[in-house]
């Protein structure tokens, strides 16, 4: 009877135990992949959460906003997301008083440069974490190193795609800096025929049925290959790729999607010879514009939502390094407005994180509702920033005088 009794005694703390815990205000509501301070969490609402979670607005997407946007920002992202205003109010509150660890601001998880002496080669170490396939690097590094050097500057158009992605590629093209838009050399002349016949190719063919398998919930219900061998394919892809845009075109900028997809290994592997451009733009008019003309891709890559490790979940080197990489990648139209919109603040974040070492090396300005919508005095933006690239100065007038995405 005693050793029955003990036994009742134990199940009854034991469950008795997890009972008290599910009824519990902190964990009944709390979501430690949130990131929330505990006081916070318990504090809010079953529903606020829930769409918290649901739209991965955890603690550092809030801080980072609240350090980027102030109030107004915060306040406009939570209006965006059908918060109730006592929430809202409760949230913002909290940001006020960043009351968080300084472990688990965003910023720790971008670790600092080992060296970052502006205009050195130490200031070409690659941020931790930066480089999710050091083999596809190494090979880039192959491929750019002998193009590129004192006398010859690598310029990367690390804007998105409905940035104006295209009209930056026709502007640098213009100022007579060749330039690949994607799978075109940006204003075509007859002699580029063969090289975007091949660009084509490797981009719009091969590239396209990578990302149909990386999508697919099962890659070996259609092949053999798992999805971290597409990962490791689709490097070699981006190798050949990147040798008929530099080499066989001889191209000295690039720029949209496919390319900024690799953004981090083309810029250290140039370093410091090169130089960056990014296009911005309103994280929800962008996002909008994104999933109506581009929602269903042949080509549109995002990691999958729990790539929480992941610097940029663009990055196609990162997703693939990812341990939870074998979950089906993301096209836009797969995300809402709003986590699009997150998906390109981090991006846009992350090139400023690989620039910041070498101060002047990044030109970043939004077209789309400012005066750089205009040819003119954009396109004397890029060529007093991109004024020390070799290839400068021959001129092109063409194409119309307004923006295009």
Known sequence: PALYFAHVALLFFFFGGMLLALLSPESATSDKSLGLPSALTSSLSENTLRIMKKERCGWALLTTEYDQSGEEGVAKMFGD??????????????????????????????????????????????????????????????????????????VLLAGQGTTGSRTISTDTATLGIKTVHLSKVALSKPEDGDCNFDLQYWV???????????????????????????YEEMARLYVSALNVAVDECGARALGDAFWVSIFAELYYAACPHVQVVLTTRDPGLWA???????????????????????????????????GKSFLPALDNGDLSVTELGWVLTGHDRF???????????????????????????????????????????????????????
Do not use: W
């Open 81 to 154: 997301l059908g918060l109730v205003t006592g929430d809202q109010a409760k949230l913002l509150d909290a940001l006020q008083k960043h009351e968080v660890a300084a472990d688990l601001r965003p910023q720790s998880k971008v670790k600092k440069l080992k060296h970052s002496h502006a205009g050195s080669l130490d200031s070409c170490t690659p941020l931790e974490g930066s480089i999710g396939n050091a083999g596809l690097f190494e090979e880039i590094r192959k491929v750019v190193r002998p193009l590129f050097g004192p006398n010859r500057t690598l």
């Open 204 to 230: 719009k063919q091969e590239y396209a049925n990578y990302i149909t398998k990386l999508r697919i919930e099962d890659p070996k219900t259609s092949s053999k290959t798992t999805r971290l061998e597409l």
């Open 288 to 322: 909008e514009s994104r999933i109506k003309k581009h929602g269903k891709s042949k080509t549109g890559f995002i990691c999958p939502r729990n790539s929480t490790d992941v610097l940029d979940r663009f990055s196609q080197a990162q997703c693939g390094a990812d």
């Open 351 to 405: 090139v400023r994180d690989v620039t910041r070492a070498r101060p002047g090396s990044l030109l970043e300005f939004t077209i789309f509702g400012t005066d750089y919508t205009n040819n003119g005095p954009r396109r004397a933006l890029l060529q007093s920033f991109l004024s020390n690239v070799d290839q400068l100065g021959k001129k092109n007038a063409r194409r119309g005088d307004m923006a295009v995405e």
